[in-house]
């Protein structure tokens, strides 16, 4: 037969799949390393916030309030205290545990939900695309604050004992609900592109189920351009709860979260103490540009081509 | 290539047989209340037989229902009417399921070796994803072996089962298709346009080696090509489309050396012959205007509008094949065995 | 022979009448691919005389398309950069010329037909728009006129009914009648060289037929230089007088159409010749050329045929790149064994 100039790979290298290379790939790029160390610390930070601080955020001393962080990271208050006297180290650290929370259950509920949705209506099209993108076409006129705000409303006043879950929720709720559009229209569309490939008709012809083309073939390609939206909406999920954290219908007190101290520091930080609004506003961009870099580097793993 | 006679007394009954299918597709209008319009006639009533170990070439242009044609013959869109019989089954009116082991014995190899491979999958996971589709026809431990057995048959290094396809060239490509489409062992490959986007220097490996596995494993091909010169080579019966139907079927030497349906010699008389000795003695038959739309196909017989010959009857009747009686059968009234390709003078 | 309409555009200053056509000498085109240079053409050269037509045969990746717009001065650059060699018409150097007189040449002297006319065409306007906008831009044509001017052009390419067709859009013809509107473009402004890059890959055989014939015809009526450029032997066979054969970059044999048929003196242009499907012959075993067309960005060293050739010798082949040989009067073929190779014995 004819000989092919392709010099052989690895002779006989164990079976390689597309999520074991993109892993591999992933793991050697040194951005990604620098990236997974920041969200490392950001969620040690909200899964054992007593290894960063021993203060207790709601411990306030109101003749203490506004101190400048003079002597940075050592001493009494590291970085500082608020506006009403508290420890400025511990209210970050013990705010991190809700704001991760709640934007990762955002972020995951609104990718679940976006994407099956919109892989059934890009692939079985129909009546079923039919109902969802009227859906779609409803709840995207509605912005995403507004419809927040109307729906935390309800919810208002009911107070909150501390626990995360009750803390957290409505908020929750509120985000994904009027979150997963994007998700869904970016899905769709990758959906309906990659089933007339001829790729997928050869599936079929081998007698593939829908779950199976669905998964193998369709998934991957719609997970590209959720990747690239899921670090921006991140931030935007962040910055939308602080917004509602100023109507006090977002994460409730005494609970607090990045959101809530990057509008209260936004009062203070005109008048010299820039510390109270920087350093919520430094964790939050690094924690973006780190959701970020990891998104643009699966997005590029999963491409073949540009390993 | 295999003896006619041989032949018809080993496969007695016919591998794959399509029996007066028609595809129609509706055409719609309307955004909320759709309302149908008008037919696309894409195939109107084709018969075809297939026997074990031979060729049949379709051949006709773009938009003569050549590629639905393929489509329908693997399964993958059902017929409006007529019956498909794969290995004297019915596939025609089969529902998902039921059709799915009848699928094993026909596969298709696709024309775009570019799309027809996932770009994410490996290539060991893209030959041996029809085996774990059908998890009966090869034990798990045994499918890498299987795969490795499978790119070594088409000519490629079983070596490389963990690249990707962009690694590869479009000949190879199209090697790596065929041999997803061997997988489950089929009977029947029916090959869209399956060398058209390679090279000439490509072409001629992969249509020796369609070949050889022709000869090794006993497959039947439908061989689907607008390419005439790639049809004659590896075709032992050929059918010519027009605009949904066949107007001229029979062996390759009687199609090619005497065309009897008018568009069959013009057709054939506008392939180039790569020899510039012949320009100017070769009979060039140029028609005119283009292909009536299949929504709204002309009455009788379909060629009328461009043909030469067209005389009131064939607006009235619509021509069989068996017309006239002449050595092989084709749609015309005035069907006349003619030869274009060659040298007239 | 239709009348030159235009004043001063249709004469390239300092041209010279006496001087050949169009004459392509060691040009070279490179391109940066992630910051490493890749030759894409490697020094071609070829002359076109007035009524003649040159093809340039090739294999996807052999630079054919690349050497036409390097001529055109449509490369896009970058990544594609002109590194060296003269494009000369009628003597005039027009890669030493500034992008001004370049735009002028385009249309003026040097016309393509592209292989994709759907998308060289705007689909927002009307035909007969895109075609009296040449007349309207280039000689001031006024708006009745230049529709006169798109009626006559779409009734020479043979375009039934063209009064009626001037308004539709191109989404409106047909793919043949599409490669016809291009092909009336690209006449408008009565170039002496039409370059044609696979104006009919895309069409069935019969419309391939149609507009075959039709360049035929018009390059007759014009005596225009055409530089048909395909991959299908069986055309070349049809229209042309002069063939060059192009390999990784190179033109690797160049001869008059009946010597290149019938005597090829390069090992890459017999083996084509063999692997090629015949029409008018019974099935015979396909002669194949084994492996695959070289990369551009890893060519073998020596003759970048050497590791597919029949005739190759294994140790000169592989070191020494050969030159253009003569292997007979006019007929030229980059191989070592060039003489034999025509004389049959290799």
């Known amino acids: 037969m004819t000989e092919l100039t392709a010099p052989a790979a690895g002779a006989d290298a164990p079976q390689a799949s597309l999520w074991k290379d993109a892993f591999r790939a992933m793991a050697r790029r040194p951005d990604v390393l620098f990236a997974s160390l920041i969200m490392l610390f950001v969620f040690t930070m909200a899964a054992f916030p007593g290894l960063f601080t021993d203060k207790d955020p709601t411990r306030c001393i109101g003749r203490e309030a506004r101190g400048r962080p003079e002597t940075w990271f050592r001493g009494e208050h590291p970085l500082g205290t608020d506006a009403f006297g508290c420890d400025f180290a511990a209210t970050i650290v013990h705010g991190t545990r809700p704001t991760i929370t709640l934007a990762l259950s955002v972020i995951v509920l609104s990718v679940l939900i976006g994407m099956t949705l919109g892989i059934l209506a890009g692939y079985f099209g129909g009546w079923i695309d039919a109902v969802i993108s009227r859906a779609l076409d409803v709840f995207i006129v509605i912005p995403l604050m507004m419809g927040a705000i109307l729906l935390l409303s309800l919810f208002r006043g009911r107070g909150s004992s501390g626990n995360l879950l009750e803390t957290v929720a409505p908020a929750a709720i509120a985000l994904t609900l009027f979150g997963w559009m994007e998700f869904c229209r970016y899905a769709r569309a990758a959906t309906i592109e990659t089933k007339n490939l001829d790729y997928v008709t050869a599936a079929r012809c081998l007698g593939a189920k829908d779950r199976r083309i669905m998964f193998r073939h369709v998934l991957p390609n719609a997970v590209v351009p959720i990747t690239a939206i899921v670090p921006t909406s991140l931030g935007s999920v962040i910055v939308v709860e602080a917004a509602l954290a100023v109507l006090g219908i977002g994460v409730q007190p005494p609970a607090t979260s990045w959101g809530v101290l990057l509008s209260n520091g936004t009062q203070w930080a005109g008048g010299g103490y820039i510390y109270l609004f920087g350093i919520p506003l430094g964790l939050l961009i690094l924690t973006v540009f780190s959701f970020a870099t990891f998104g643009d580097a699966l997005r590029d793993a999963l491409d073949p081509k540009l390993r | ?345 | ?346």
């Open chain 3, 1 to 346: 022979m239709a009348e030159t309409t235009g004043p001063a555009a249709d004469v390239l200053p300092g041209s010279d009448m006496n001087a050949p056509l169009l004459e392509v000498e060691d040009l070279r085109v490179e391109f940066a691919v992630r910051g490493r240079r890749i030759p894409a053409v490697r020094g071609v050269n070829f002359a076109l005389e007035q009524g003649k037509t040159l093809a340039v045969v090739g294999e996807s990746g052999s630079g054919k398309s690349v050497t036409s717009q390097a001529i055109m001065g449509i490369l896009d650059s970058p990544p594609g950069f002109v590194t060296g060699g003269e494009v000369r018409l009628r003597g005039v150097d027009l890669l030493q010329q500034d992008e001004e007189t370049r735009r002028t040449v385009r249309g003026n002297h040097i016309a393509i037909v592209f292989q994709d006319a759907l998308s060289a065409l705007n689909p927002v306007w009307s035909v007969g728009f895109q075609l009296g906008e040449l007349y309207r831009v280039h000689r001031g044509a006024g708006r009745r006129a230049a529709e006169q001017k798109a009626i006559e052009l779409l009734d020479q390419v043979g375009i039934p009914d063209a009064k009626n067709r001037v308004g539709h859009y191109p989404h409106q013809f047909s793919g043949g009648m599409r490669q016809r509107v291009m092909i009336a473009m690209a006449l408008a402004l009565d170039p002496e060289v039409l370059i044609a890059d696979e104006p009919t890959t895309a069409l069935d055989v019969t419309v391939q037929a149609q507009i075959m014939r039709l360049l035929r015809r018009i390059q007759d009526e014009r005596n225009m230089g055409l530089i048909l450029i395909t991959h299908d032997l069986g055309v070349v066979a049809d229209v042309a007088d002069d063939v060059a054969v192009m390999y990784a970059g190179q033109i690797v044999e160049r001869a008059n159409i009946h010597d290149v048929f019938a005597r090829p003196a390069h090992p890459y242009t017999k083996a084509l010749l063999r692997a090629i499907p015949r029409v008018d012959a019974v099935g015979r075993e396909l002669e194949v050329i084994p492996g695959l067309p070289p990369n551009p960005a890893a060519l073998p060293s020596g003759c970048p045929f050497h590791p597919r050739c029949r005739a190759a010798d294994p140790e000169r082949c592989g070191d020494e790149e050969p030159p253009d040989r003569q292997a007979a009067e006019g007929h030229l073929a980059r191989c070592h064994f060039a003489e034999e190779v025509y004389r049959d014995e290799r």
């Open chain 2, 1 to 345: 290539m295999n003896a006619e006679t041989g032949q018809a007394s080993a496969a007695p009954e016919p591998v794959l047989q399509a029996t007066g299918v028609v595809k129609h597709f509706p055409v719609q209008r309307g955004v909320v209340f759709k309302r149908t319009v008008g037919n696309v006639r894409a195939v109107d009533g084709v018969d075809l037989e297939l026997h074990a170990g031979r060729t049949l070439g379709v051949v006709g242009e773009s938009g003569c229902g050549k590629s639905t044609l393929a489509k329908l013959l693997v399964g993958l869109e059902p017929p409006t009417s007529g019956s498909i019989k794969v290995l004297g089954q019915e596939i025609g009116g089969l529902s998902a399921r039921r059709i799915r082991p009848v699928r094993r014995d026909v596969q298709l190899v696709f024309q775009d070796p570019y799309t027809s491979l996932n770009p994410r999958m490996t290539v060991g996971d893209i030959v041996g994803e029809p085996f774990e589709i059908h998890t009966d026809v090869v034990p798990r431990r045994e499918r890498g072996a299987a795969v490795k057995e499978l790119l070594d048959m088409v000519g490629l290094s079983p070596d490389h089962v963990n690249r990707y396809p962009h690694q590869f060239s479009g000949g190879q490509r199209q090697r790596i298709g065929i041999a997803r489409a061997l997988a489950l062992r089929p009977r029947v490959l029916v090959c869209d346009e399956p060398v058209s986007a390679l090279d000439v220097s490509i072409q001629g490996q992969v249509i020796n080696l369609l070949e050889r596995l022709q000869d090794e494993l006993g497959l039947a091909y439908v061989f689907i090509a607008h390419d005439l010169s790639v049809v004659r080579h590896i075709a032992d019966e050929v059918a010519v489309m027009y605009l949904g139907k066949v107007v001229e079927r029979g062996a390759g030497a009687e199609i090619y050396g005497g065309p009897r349906h008018p568009y069959t010699q013009a057709l054939l008389s506008a392939v180039p012959v790569p020899d510039p000795a012949l320009r100017g003695h070769r009979e060039e038959i140029v028609l005119q205007g283009d292909v009536p739309s299949p929504i709204d196909p002309p009455s009788g017989c379909r060629f009328r509008t461009r043909c030469w010959k067209a005389a009131e009857r064939c607006a009235e009747e619509v021509p069989g094949l068996d017309e006239g009686g002449g050595a092989h059968e084709a749609a015309c009234f005035y069907a006349e065995g003619r030869d274009v390709t060659r040298a007239v003078k």
